[in-house]
């Protein structure tokens, strides 16, 4: 399939994305916008493996090359770029009734950045690092596997307890399914892939459960097609196909000596 050249809509908000856990953040946010308020939009796949996102029309939207962005036609074709940014501004401007985030100068607004920051800076870029090295790095190398499946586990492990009393991240009482969860669902949707064990993290689980019972969500995880690396996809893989089950168990094997030979060891509350 021909790769995109330019932007293809007149009006409204056009999403350039591709099937990835930053991706999905963004595709998840417009499918519940458009179930809450009916508000439509456009998107094109971007497909990274051809580095699309690295052609010059793309970075005059985007100057960091890389996937998701976001026109919105209907404000002169103002473009926004990074996960977080785009989450803030769509809903900030199409989200009036706060049913996915919370008021500017409310507390909330600040707690629920204050996770889509942790995302950012934390969760995204230890897990996305896992994934390379414990997954399609050209070499193994056994200190950065452990080091960043290490930390990811770290990291799930602070999730898992912030979980452990509430439904959703953000929000008042047990928590408002908000953008907070909409940042950090596409990476744990891909955690088995990662070299995690969801099973040391019953509260995400949890939560990832409740959040896929979502029609958006659901939705969201479509645009522009279903991971093949999700829990999910991963599990059914391994159990059907012999060659993905053997390249699995060795990459998970590397990583437990990995973790052996440096002394790792599990550090969440
Ligand atoms: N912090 C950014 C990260 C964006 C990012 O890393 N996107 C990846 C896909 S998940 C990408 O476009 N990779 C292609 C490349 O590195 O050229 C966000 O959350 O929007």
Redesign the pocket.
């Known amino acids: 399939m021909a790769e995109p050249t330019g932007l293809i809509a007149k009006s409204g908000i056009e999403l350039l994305t ?1 099937g ?4 999905f ?1 963004v595709s998840i946010l417009l499918e519940e916008l458009k179930e809450a308020y009916g508000r439509d939009y456009t998107w094109q796949s971007i497909n ?1 493996m051809k ?1 699309t ?2 052609e010059p029309w793309f970075t005059a939207l985007c100057p ?5 962005a976001i026109v919105d036609h209907d404000n002169n074709g103002f473009a926004v ?4 940014a ?1 989450l803030g501004y769509l809903t900030r401007r199409y989200d009036p009734e706060h049913r996915f985030s919370f008021p500017v100068d409310s507390d909330d607004y600040t707690v629920c950045e204050e996770w889509m920051a942790w995302q ?1 800076g934390g969760l ?1 870029p230890m897990q ?1 690092q896992a994934n390379h090295f414990h997954r399609f790095a050209k070499e193994r190398i056994a200190y950065p596997t452990q080091r960043y499946v290490g930390e990811s586990e770290r990291l799930y492990g602070i999730l898992d307890a912030r979980l452990a009393e509430r439904d959703f991240v953000a929000g008042p009482g047990r928590g408002k399914f908000s953008i907070a969860d909409m940042s950090l669902l596409g990476w744990v949707n891909i955690a088995t892939f990662s070299g995690l064990d969801m099973g040391m993290f019953p509260h995400v689980q949890k939560w990832l459960d409740r959040c896929m019972e979502r029609p958006g969500v659901r939705k969201g995880f479509a645009v522009p097609n279903v991971s093949g690396l999700s829990n999910e996809k991963i599990a059914e893989v391994i159990e059907s196909d012999p060659e993905q089950k053997k390249k699995t168990e060795e990459a998970r094997k590397f990583l437990e000596e990995a973790k052996e030979k440096y002394g790792y060891k599990y550090l969440s509350p």
């Open positions: 591709f990835t856990p930053n991706g953040k990274i580095n996102q690295k960091n090359g890389r996937i998701p770029f990074e996960g977080l785009i950012h995204g996305g």
